[in-house]
């Protein structure tokens, strides 16, 4: 199964190397590992005297305890950092769904689900090896597989909406029943989206999604509530007039 891209990789900016602890753990590993090579020459190839040997070993000892005293530290100072970037970092996903006011269309959306702002966001979705005749009765709303000029910033908690096309028009015709030549035969294939972006530190992010309409066969076309209200409220005024 294809890889689906929740969580984006992301690309540290430079200068970063040295601020995320590993550089100091490599030093203090150094440092020690050196140290306890020397002592266990000395205690295995050097002078065998016994007094020497009791000495050696609580030296022994405490140098094991500090090194993972280190290692427990920088492992907490680092998973420390990653939830601090979990609550500062923009996710973005892109996703099908549908209009409030018009349930039947589907639309293409970019969501930031993150806890920051992601600027310069780059759209590259691959076009679908789809049948020619097919492709031609989609009746796209808007084609979303030309390219995009990068959307400045999406705000945290916000989205970006493209109007796809209705749903018939994706997931095509049922087969068993009696043929309509105006919808496709299938539903359109799966296809690619990838984003990338960056964060307010400059921080860069990839990720690639499988988009598939048959996530949305079964789905309701019904109007919202809301919608229904509004209906209800332009029935009252015409009878009022």
Do not use: C
Not at 61 to 68: K, R
Not at 104 to 115: A, Q, Y
Not at 133 to 142: A, E, S
Not at 152 to 162: L, N, R, W, Y
């Amino acid at each position: 199964m294809a890889k689906y891209t929740i969580r984006h990789d992301k690309n540290e900016p430079r200068g970063r190397f040295r601020g995320d602890g590993k550089f100091a753990l490599g030093i203090v590993i150094g440092v020690f590992g050196a140290i306890l090579a020397f002592v266990s020459f000395e205690f295995f190839w050097g002078t065998p005297d016994f007094s020497e040997y009791l000495l050696t070993v609580p030296l022994i000892i405490s140098l094991i305890v500090a090194l993972a005293s280190t290692y427990i530290a920088v492992n907490a100072l680092l998973e420390q950092r990653k939830a601090r970037e979990a609550g500062t970092d923009p996710v973005l996903i892109a996703h099908l769904g549908q209009r409030v006011d018009a349930r039947e269309l589907v639309t293409f959306n970019i969501s930031n689900v993150g806890s920051g702002a992601a600027i310069k966001v780059q759209l590259v979705t691959e076009r679908p090896v789809d049948n020619d005749n097919d492709w031609k009765k989609r009746n796209f709303l808007q084609n979303i597989f030309r390219p995009h000029k990068p959307f400045a910033v999406i705000p945290q908690g916000q989205s970006v909406e493209f109007n796809f096309a209705l749903g018939w028009n994706l997931l095509g015709q049922d087969l068993s029943n009696d043929s309509n030549d105006e919808l496709p035969s299938r539903p359109l294939p799966p296809f690619q989206a990838k984003l990338s972006y960056e964060d307010l530190a400059g921080a860069q992010y990839d990720g690639e999604f499988t988009i598939d309409v048959r996530e949305m066969e079964g789905l309701g076309a019904h109007k919202s509530p809301q919608m229904r209200i509004v209906a209800a409220l332009e029935m009252i005024e015409k009878k009022n007039k």
